[in-house]
């Protein structure tokens, strides 16, 4: 037709209205949600950066923040621990907290936002959002944490090695599967550096309690340990659930290892799956984008942020990599830890005792 304009640049790949299929596995799902808008989208970009995670050579991080394990998220990370999709976990004092809850033999149950507070108080009932757990039994949970760092040398601790040994004492102890299991297991280094802040925490004041000289967190040490090992590994991946400390602890790993070698250069690839949002300020919600001014994130990285709740994007993002990214995981080729000292190794190699790495 008589001038008619030419087609726009912008206007080559249409979207796919979503059809209806029954039995459809999650792998095909989000393969035809690459075509469709918004957040569905964005998830079934995050599948496909993971899977370039994966095929890289890099060292991923896994960030897991608020009460995942109370909401029935626990097994997912320890699956992806186990199977070594991730090769570090930064994790809340709360996530550990709850999954030795359930690796214990305890449960969390389905609750109500909308019941009585007052009534569950009485009857001792904790309540995270929809779901509720005894208190009494967390009671007996901050005992036992207590009895078990009393059976440790007293001396200082990263939190990366206390981790490791109550996941291997509480392995010894159920034989059950959870995350502090799993990761004792496939030998992960699990870091909590706000583990005050949690009953873990709790549990370790209790231990100090007892004796003055049980109890003593190293945190200090352990963003030695996190930047020796991006300092050591620079090609570095980041999926954070929920933000909060583990998200600022992952990028600050990146940041101080750059102070002492100049080549780090920020994560190459970062997915983030959030609620906050990033115009008050907070770490939780700020963007992939902001990170990059802090020298956290590549400049060219590969990278999505998902708008979404963790508990109904999680499930989904996990089984289609599952079924797609087997291959991956078959070549891959993954760090290699030694956890059970005070001193940290990778590879065979021990990092320097309190001290970074010298640039090479």
Known sequence: MRGMKTKSRFLRVPIEPFTVEAGIGADALLARMERVSFQGRNLATARRIWEKMLGDDCTIFLGA?????????????????????????????????????????????????????????????????????????????????????????????????????????????????????????????????????????????????????????????????????????????????????PKNFINQASVQAEFYDDRVGGHRYALQIVTDVPHYGGASGSTLEEAQSWGKLATDAEQVTVHADVTVALPLLVSALSASAGEALARRVPLRFDLAGPVMGVNGRPFPRARFEARQ
Not at 80 to 86: G, I, P, T
Not at 142 to 160: G, H, M, N, V
């Open 65 to 245: 923040a608020g009460a995942l394990s109370a909401g029935g998220m626990r097994l997912i990370v320890a699956h992806l621990v186990a199977h070594r999709y991730v090769d570090c976990l930064v994790s809340t004092g709360a996530n550990l907290y709850h999954d030795l809850h359930e690796t214990r033999g305890r449960r969390h149950y389905l609750g109500s936002p909308r019941e009585n507070d007052a009534a569950l108080q009485a009857d001792h009932i904790d309540r995270v959002y929809d779901t509720y757990a005894s208190e009494d039994e967390f009671v007996d949970n901050d005992e036992w944490i207590a009895a078990f760092a009393l059976t440790l040398e007293r001396r200082p601790y990263t939190t990366r090695e206390f981790l490791y040994r109550l996941g291997e004492y509480l392995w010894k102890e159920t034989s059950s599967e959870g995350i502090l299991t799993s990761a004792y297991r496939a030998n992960v280094p699990i870091f909590c550096p706000a583990i005050a802040d949690s009953s873990i925490g709790m549990g370790l004041s209790q231990a100090r309690h007892r004796d003055a000289t049980a109890g003593q967190m190293d945190v200090i040490g352990d963003i030695i340990e996190s930047a020796n090992l991006v300092i050591t590994h620079p090609r570095t991946a980041s999926v954070v659930l929920g933000g909060g400390t």
